[in-house]
């Protein structure tokens, strides 16, 4: 039992930025680890970017690597997406994901637990 509940999306204008959380209820948030994921419509969900339980190990998606940053704040319970140098093509709901695991984890069956999700769109 437990919750990831998502927020900080919204409308942004290219090239501008976007800072995502996804805070977690209900578990101790340290043992698992987490990830986003993203679909835009008419389009299949696709990996972002993982972190492990400890935050020390990250991997991100070659779409998004060098623009998008994924870290964790284990005492707040909290993952964070910061999204840079944004893109139309970045347009999509987001959703953060965990599960108790070492990680980092990039497909969607590895999680069990996920957000609500959140609207992102940018314009250009």
């Known amino acids: 039992q437990g919750q990831l509940v998502e927020s900080g999306g919204g409308l942004v204008q290219a090239v501008g930025s976007l800072s995502l959380s996804c805070t977690a209820s209900?578990?101790?948030?340290?043992?698992?680890?987490s990830g986003w994921f993203r679909q835009a419509p008419g389009k299949e969900g696709e990996f972002v970017a993982a972190?492990?339980?400890?935050?020390?190990?990250?991997y991100y998606a070659s779409s998004v690597k060098g623009r998008f940053t994924i870290s964790r704040d284990n005492a707040k319970n909290t993952v964070y997406l910061q999204m840079n140098s944004l893109k139309p093509e970045d347009t999509a709901a987001y959703y953060c994901a965990a599960d108790y695991a070492d990680g980092p984890m990039t497909t969607r069956s590895s999680y069990r637990y996920w957000g609500q999700g959140t609207q992102v769109t940018v314009s250009s």
């Open positions: 209900g578990r101790t948030f340290s043992r698992y680890a």
């Open positions: 972190i492990n339980r400890s935050g020390g190990s990250t």
